[in-house]
């Protein structure tokens, strides 16, 4: 059974950084696309970035473009969210997920979601 556990959130003060992280077990990930998602109170879930396990394009969604980074550690199953000049508006609790075909949009597996806040 696939298992993604988020950690890393917390309260930080506008411009400071965080790093998230999500580990995943129960399967092999080679051929997944890995995401982090995020939803803000009162707001829909939105995309925040993606990468593929063994490589391959990174997107990430224009809000966050240049300030976060998604990356990966395969021999520990890890990926990561490295969040820096964050803003109030970064506000949300964030959320790894895990998709096995990459030509699909949705995700398969998702979890728990980490809280981060941004005080102003």
């Known amino acids: 059974q696939v298992q993604l556990v988020e950690s890393g959130g917390g309260l930080v003060q506008a411009g400071g950084s965080l790093r998230l992280s999500c580990a995943a077990s129960g399967r092999t990930f080679s051929t997944y696309t890995m995401g982090w998602f995020r939803q803000a109170p009162g707001k829909e879930r939105e995309f925040v970035a993606s990468?593929?396990?063994?490589?391959?394009?990174?997107f990430y969604a224009d809000s966050v473009k240049g300030r976060f980074a998604i990356s990966r550690d395969t021999a520990k199953n890890t990926v990561f969210l490295q969040m820096s000049s964050l803003k109030p508006e970064d506000t949300a609790v964030y959320y790894c997920?895990?998709?096995?075909?990459?030509?699909?949009?949705?995700?398969?597996?998702w979890g728990q979601g980490t809280q981060v806040t941004i005080s102003s």
């Open positions: 997920a895990a998709r096995a075909n990459p030509l699909q949009s949705t995700y398969d597996y």
């Open positions: 990468i593929r396990w063994n490589g391959g394009p990174i």
